[in-house]
C-alpha cells in the first residue's frame, strides 16, 4: 500500500497573497493531480502531471502554477489568493493516465482573509 | 455542457432499503471510478470499471461503455453508508472528471 500526504491541511492567507500546497505520493506512480472542490460541489481538475517536470493544464489552470520536480511530489501555487477561491483542494495520484484508480490525499483547506 | 451528469443530486434512504445512482457521459468515455467521500472529506475509491460490472458486498456498479452511462446500485442500506458518491470518468489519455455527487443519507 502508499499513502499520499497533503501539507498542510489548512493554509490561512492573506487577499492577493501567493500561496502553496503541497502533495508526497509514496506508490511510486506516475501520474498525479490537483483537483479543486468548493463546498457541496464536485471536483474540478486544475493540472496534472504525467511524470517528473511534465505539467498539463486542467479546466481550471488559471490563477495557478504548478510544479513536478520530483516523481513523488507535486505542488500547487495560487498565484493571488482570493476570497472566491476558498475551497478545498485535493491531490490525487494513479499509476499510469485515466486508465487507473485514482487514489487521493485528505485535503488542503484554503482560507483567504 | 457537462462532460458527466450524476443523478439524483441528493438521496435519502431507510436502513434496510436499496438504491442506485447514476452517471450519464457525454463523450466517449473508456472507464469509470466509483467514489465515496465521507465526512472528515477523504476519497474512498469503491470501484473501477472499464467494461462489465463488479460487485463487492453490498454494492454493485456497472459500466457501458456504448450506451455511455454507469450505475451504482447499493443494497440494504446501512448508517455507515451515508455520505457524498462521486463517480468520475477516464476520457482518454489522462483526464479524469467528476460528476457532481449524490449525497446520501441512511436513516434508522
Known amino acids: 500500500g502508499g499513502i499520499i500526504t497533503q501539507t498542510p491541511k489548512f493554509l490561512i492567507g492573506q487577499e492577493g497573497q501567493k500561496l502553496t500546497l503541497k502533495c508526497q505520493q509514496n506508490f511510486n506512480h506516475d501520474t498525479m493531480y490537483w483537483y479543486r472542490q468548493d463546498s457541496g460541489k464536485g471536483l474540478r481538475l486544475i493540472y496534472y502531471?504525467?511524470?517528473?517536470?511534465?505539467?498539463q493544464k486542467g479546466d481550471l489552470s488559471e490563477g495557478y502554477d504548478a510544479s513536478r520536480e520530483k516523481k513523488s511530489s507535486f505542488s500547487l501555487t495560487v498565484t493571488s489568493a482570493q476570497k472566491n477561491e476558498m475551497a478545498v483542494f485535493l491531490c490525487?495520484?494513479?499509476?499510469?493516465?485515466?486508465?487507473?484508480?485514482?487514489?487521493f490525499g485528505e485535503g488542503s483547506r484554503l482560507i483567504v482573509v | 455542457g457537462d462532460q458527466v451528469e450524476q443523478s439524483p443530486s441528493a438521496l435519502s434512504l431507510h436502513e434496510g432499503t436499496s438504491s442506485a445512482l447514476r452517471c450519464n457521459f457525454t463523450t466517449t468515455t473508456r472507464s469509470v471510478q466509483w467514489f465515496r467521500q465521507n465526512s472528515r472529506g477523504s476519497l474512498i475509491n469503491l470501484f473501477y470499471l472499464a467494461s462489465g460490472t463488479k460487485e463487492n458486498g453490498r454494492l454493485k456498479s456497472a459500466f457501458d461503455s456504448k450506451e455511455l452511462y454507469s450505475t451504482l446500485h447499493i443494497r440494504d442500506a446501512q448508517l455507515e453508508d451515508s455520505g457524498t458518491y462521486f463517480c468520475a470518468a477516464g476520457t482518454g489519455g489522462y483526464k479524469v472528471v467528476f460528476g457532481s455527487g449524490t449525497r446520501l443519507l441512511v436513516s434508522p
Open positions: 502531471s504525467i511524470t517528473e517536470n511534465d505539467l
Open positions: 490525487a495520484s494513479s499509476r499510469t493516465g485515466g486508465g487507473n484508480t485514482l487514489y
